[in-house]
């Protein structure tokens, strides 16, 4: 059965893999070093060991909220066991998925892996389900839509001001993964755009997404092929992995009968069988394309994956019931507590004392005459906040604001 294959790539494709690779052929498409365009041109030069988009890797790997990977959910939250993914595995899977195909394809994988690095650093403490929770409280406040991968933009550059590249930024809030295509075209920036046009359209896309959320995400097209093959892979590395935890979790078997015959059922398979079909499909061309067979067997993964994991009862029933309320009254306490200007709450001692140790050294001038942080709008301010947390800082600092609430989670032991 086809399933149980390992694909390779085609015969022809890898021959004229090799003789490009021989002859030193550039891919016409492939971003460029020189082409790196920051708000700030004066600093981060590149160097010859610090080429310009390894700069943004780590200015991404240092930033100091990227720790928080490490205890955010993927998907399953409600365990303790080590093996199942956390966020910070997931973006390292994204970024060696990326790079594999954007090596063979012949593009920029520094850019690639400052991209998917960055991905997901504005998301939220509890997946998906935390997202909607958080977007709903923000928008009841201010009208405006919470999205993690727009965040993962604020993040970077509006609370850290970290000087990244738009290219940079561009792959990260275009790479929403949760909306699959059969072929992936860039919208190429046009060769005379200058910095300030290309920074000025980026901001009002930036606004878009703020204001009306999912219809102005699913307008967003990546400026790089980069980009492209970042958003791709970010759907690649969760697929199979998803499943392989939900069998670790005992919410499914690990016979599950899943349908997807061309790409597989299990991880290995799935990201093998993908990447060999990208690069048969893509190798040469000003865009990614999927075969039609995969790409169908894409979505019914997909589809497979919510109708058998993410929207199972096991799971949902603790998001609505549970963790929804607990963001309310977190959100509404610390909102009111900064209004109020109550010094002692976490809003200031853990958020706001926070911000101002990190991002001190960043004068008025190099904002660009920003307002300072502290006087955003408070809703803004907790909203940052909440999402900055991990799981079980979440779950702390709810016990410790609310210590007589009936509300508390039931972790399933790893002797379960």
């Known amino acids: ?17 090799e003789e490009d690779r021989a002859k030193g052929t550039v891919h016409p498409y492939r971003c460029p070093d020189d082409a790196v365009l920051r708000r700030n041109p004066n600093r981060d030069r590149a160097n010859l060991w610090r080429p310009p988009f390894v700069r943004d890797c780590e200015k991404i790997l240092h930033l100091p909220v990227y720790n928080r990977y490490a205890d955010k959910t993927q998907v399953f939250s409600f365990y303790k066991n080590d093996d199942l993914t956390r966020r910070m595995l997931h973006v390292q899977l994204v970024s060696r998925i990326a790079r594999s195909i954007g090596s063979v394809l012949g593009l920029n994988t520094d850019l690639i892996e400052a991209m998917a690095l960055g991905h997901d650093i504005g ?99 990546p400026m790089t092929l980069e980009g492209c093959v970042v958003r791709i892979c970010d759907m690649i590395a969760y697929l199979g992995k998803d499943r392989q935890d939900a069998v670790t979790a005992k919410l499914i078997s690990p016979d599950e009968p899943f349908t997807s015959r061309e790409i597989g059922t299990i991880n290995a398979k799935i990201i093998n069988n993908l990447t060999v079909d990208i690069i048969n499909n893509s190798y040469g061309k000003d865009y990614l394309l999927l075969s039609p067979e995969y790409f169908q067997d894409l979505k019914t993964a997909k589809k497979e994956n919510y109708e058998k994991i993410y929207m199972t009862p096991t799971l949902s029933d603790t998001y609505d019931n549970i963790i929804q309320p607990m963001f309310a009254q977190l959100f509404n306490r610390l909102r009111d507590d900064l209004v109020a200007g109550r010094t002692t709450s976490p809003i200031f001692t853990h958020h706001l004392d926070y911000m101002a140790r990190f991002t001190s050294w960043y004068d008025d001038d190099e904002a660009g005459g920003a307002k300072r942080y502290e006087q955003e709008d408070p809703n803004r301010i907790v909203t940052d906040y909440i999402a900055s947390m991990t799981d079980d800082y979440f779950i702390d600092l709810h016990a410790h604001l609310f210590p007589d609430s009936p509300l508390h989670v039931e972790y399933k032991s790893y002797f379960e």
């Open 1 to 17: 059965m086809a399933a149980k294959e390992y694909k390779k790539i085609d015969d022809a494709v890898a021959a004229q893999i």
């Open 123 to 221: 998301h939220t403490p509890f997946g998906h389900p935390g997202e909607r929770f958080l977007s709903k409280l923000l928008e009841q406040e201010t009208g405006l839509r919470f999205n993690h991968n727009v965040h993962s933009v604020r993040v970077i550059d509006t609370i850290f001001r970290r000087n990244v590249s738009l290219q940079t930024l561009d792959g990260i809030i275009c790479h929403n993964g949760e909306f699959e295509q059969q072929e992936y075209r860039p919208r190429f920036l046009p060769a005379d755009t200058t910095p300030e046009e290309a920074f000025k359209a980026f901001d009002a896309t930036v606004d878009a997404c703020d204001r009306t959320g999912d219809s102005a995400i699913k307008q967003l097209v």
